[in-house]
């Protein structure tokens, strides 16, 4: 038994004991699916799928994805052939009739073959989002890519990537694990 915090209820107090990799589950805005090929079959869901669906968590499962979301299925399927294990496709997808993309994410495949499937809304309610215009992305993007680009060792690369995250999504802290063969976490750099 672990001493971790339930999801969601870590602070500054306790986030060191919180197991980030292991959280079992997904952001209250987003939708996790896994899917069995060749049907797409649903074997697995957030328990907020049914917000994704208009359905109940229990009819979604072990049914084909079509069944539930026609239009998403054919994304899927679309996308499917080039999802490789540790490689996220980026996708947007209709969900209902209508055909104006109203949900986005990424799908890779596990290892043992099962697609997984990650979903947010485009539009989310509720949810803070950064919008950044082109120009400010583009001068994000470049000194990302530039303070990246000029690191010398693993320290001064976590650096510029935990202000380079901070900087693009607008969260007030960001934190780069580093984890051994056991699992244990350890802060390697902050911003």
């Given at each position: 038994?672990?001493?971790?915090?339930?999801?969601?209820?870590?602070?500054?107090?306790?986030?060191?004991?919180?197991?980030?990799?292991?959280?079992?589950?997904?952001?209250?805005?987003?939708?996790?699916?896994?899917?069995?090929?060749?049907?797409l079959?649903?074997?697995?869901?957030?328990?907020?799928?049914?917000?994704?669906?208009?359905?109940?968590?229990?009819?979604?499962?072990?049914?084909?994805?079509?069944?539930?979301?026609?239009?998403?299925?054919?994304?899927?399927?679309?996308?499917?052939?080039?999802?490789?294990?540790?490689?996220?496709?980026?996708?947007q997808?209709?969900?209902?009739?209508?055909?104006?993309?109203?949900?986005?994410?990424?799908?890779?495949?596990?290892?043992?073959?099962?697609?997984?499937?990650?979903?947010?809304?485009?539009?989310?309610?509720?949810?803070?989002?950064?919008?950044?215009?082109?120009?400010?992305?583009?001068?994000?993007?470049?000194?990302?890519?530039?303070?990246?680009?000029?690191?010398?060792?693993?320290?001064?690369?976590?650096?510029?990537?935990?202000?380079c995250?901070?900087?693009?999504?607008?969260?007030?802290?960001?934190?780069i694990?580093?984890?051994?063969?056991?699992?244990?976490?350890?802060?390697?750099?902050?911003?």
């Amino acid at each position: 038994m672990s001493d971790s915090p339930a999801f969601g209820q870590a602070d500054l107090t306790n986030c060191e004991r919180e197991l980030i990799h292991l959280a079992g589950s997904v952001q209250p805005h987003g939708v996790l699916l896994v899917l069995r090929e060749p049907h797409l079959l649903v074997t697995g869901c957030s328990d907020n799928a049914d917000r994704l669906f208009g359905m109940p968590v229990a009819e979604v499962l072990n049914r084909p994805l079509a069944h539930c979301a026609p239009a998403l299925a054919r994304t899927v399927q679309a996308v499917a052939p080039t999802a490789a294990p540790d490689e996220l496709r980026p996708l947007q997808s209709a969900i209902g009739r209508d055909d104006a993309p109203a949900w986005e994410g990424a799908i890779h495949r596990t290892h043992g073959g099962q697609l997984i499937v990650e979903l947010e809304p485009l539009s989310p309610t509720g949810v803070f989002t950064v919008s950044h215009d082109r120009d400010k992305l583009l001068t994000l993007m470049n000194a990302a890519v530039e303070r990246i680009g000029q690191a010398a060792s693993v320290g001064v690369l976590s650096d510029a990537a935990a202000r380079c995250v901070r900087d693009l999504i607008g969260y007030d802290r960001v934190m780069i694990y580093k984890f051994d063969a056991d699992g244990h976490g350890e802060i390697i750099a902050e911003a």
